[in-house]
Structures are given as C-alpha cells and as structure tokens.
C-alpha cells in the first residue's frame, strides 16, 4: 500500500503530556497537511507544508502545537502540554506538486485522547 | 473565503440516485468544488472536482450551473457501503496561488444513510 500512513493509529495520555504524532505522505507529493477532526465535524485545517518550508498556520495552531517536515519527507506534528479539548483525530493528507483544485490524499489518522 | 451549506442528513434506498447540493455563493473566480467522501475512522477520501459545467467519473458525477453559486454532486444507485459523510469544499488551485491554507474549509458536511 502506498497511500498516506500515519502513527499511531490511537494514543491515549495523561494531562499535560506531549505527545508526536506521525504521517509518511505519498512518496511523490511534495506538499503535505495537517488537520484536526472532532467528533461530528469536518477536518480543520492546522498547517501546511511544501517540501521542508511550513508555509501557513492555522489560527487554531497554539504555541503549544509544533510541526516539522524536515526532509520533505515525512512530517511530525508535536502537542506539548496536552490538555482535554486536545482530544480528536488527527489527520495528515498529502498532494503532488502542480494539482489543480483540492484533491488530496488522506491517511487513516491518529486518534488521540486525553485523560 | 467561500463558505459553504449542505444539507445536514438525507436518507436513501439501495439502487436509488442521490443528489447533494452544497451552496456557494461567494465563490471566487479561481475557486474549485471538490467533494470528498469520509467513513467513520477513515480520512476523508477524494470523489470530485470541478471548476464549470458538469464532471463525471466511475464514482460520481458534479453538476455545476452557469453562475457557479452552487453545486450538486450526484451518486448513481447507491449501495449500502455508500453511507458515508460528504463534504463539499470551495478553494483555491494550490498550483496556481499559495492560498490560504483557511480555504480549505470542509464544514459539516452531508451524512448519508442508504437502507437496504
């Protein structure tokens, strides 16, 4: 399979735990995306990366939310301090250089609760 | 930014058609309409796009009037493991402008129940 994969699948952690989170995009897309989803709702955009550049944050992404994409390839996104409204799924899509319009590709995600 | 309205839910019968209209009316010149399907546990999963017209692929097809303000995406005999969640979302073409990354705003989407 070589679509979008992403780690864990689910993570459960205390309070004020960090947790990292990672996604492995197609192997030709150089762009790839952060959301978050809850319960009921549609994904909400939280960054943006092409290639290794972070080239736009979502109002929604506090200082306590870092991503990085150091190769341009995969990409690790860090929640420091979690706290319960951090509680969602977390979902990483990927797209190839020049595509038209919105088409991405998503992965699984990785469902995280905080206790 | 183009925001969106879909209907919350609509019911169907296997081997009917189902049409969803998502409304746009702020849609901008460069903006696509792109429809995605989501399970339950499962990322979203890309079903169409288009810019005008009318577009049809083995899955779906999008219809789209003259002035843009509105789109329908129609799924032919829908079966039972078409029960999903779709979502219609209105933004940019990432090759052509760094668009704000707030464009890609997927809304509530429509939970379509298909009964046996």
């Known amino acids: 399979d070589t679509g979008v994969s992403q780690n864990p699948r689910h993570k459960i952690t205390k309070r004020g735990q960090n947790v990292t989170f990672r996604c492995d995009p197609i192997s030709e897309h150089n762009r790839l995306y952060w959301y978050r989803q809850t319960l009921g709702q549609g994904p909400e955009f939280l960054t943006y990366f092409q290639n290794e550049a972070q080239l736009e944050k979502s109002r929604l992404l506090s200082d306590r939310f870092s991503a990085e994409r150091p190769k341009g390839s995969f990409s690790t996104l860090e929640i420091q301090r979690t706290e319960q409204g951090d509680s969602a799924m977390y979902l990483c899509a990927s797209s190839p250089k020049g595509a038209g319009g919105n088409e991405q590709f998503f992965g699984p995600g990785t469902r995280l609760t905080v206790l | 930014l183009a925001k969106t309205t879909q209907p919350i839910s609509m019911d169907s019968y296997e081997g009917q058609e189902v049409n969803i209209t998502c409304s746009h009316n702020n849609i901008a010149t460069n903006d696509y309409i792109t429809w995605y399907q989501q399970f339950p546990s499962q990322g979203p999963r890309f079903i169409i796009q288009?810019?005008?017209t009318k577009v049809t692929n083995e899955v779906a097809s999008l219809f789209i009037p003259a002035d843009r303000k509105s789109s329908t995406l129609s799924l032919p005999r829908v079966s039972l493991s078409d029960t999903a969640v779709y979502y219609c979302l209105v933004g940019d073409s990432w090759g052509a402008v760094l668009a704000a990354g707030n464009k890609l705003t997927f809304g509530g989407g429509t939970r379509v129940l298909v009964k046996p």
């Open positions: 288009g810019y005008k």
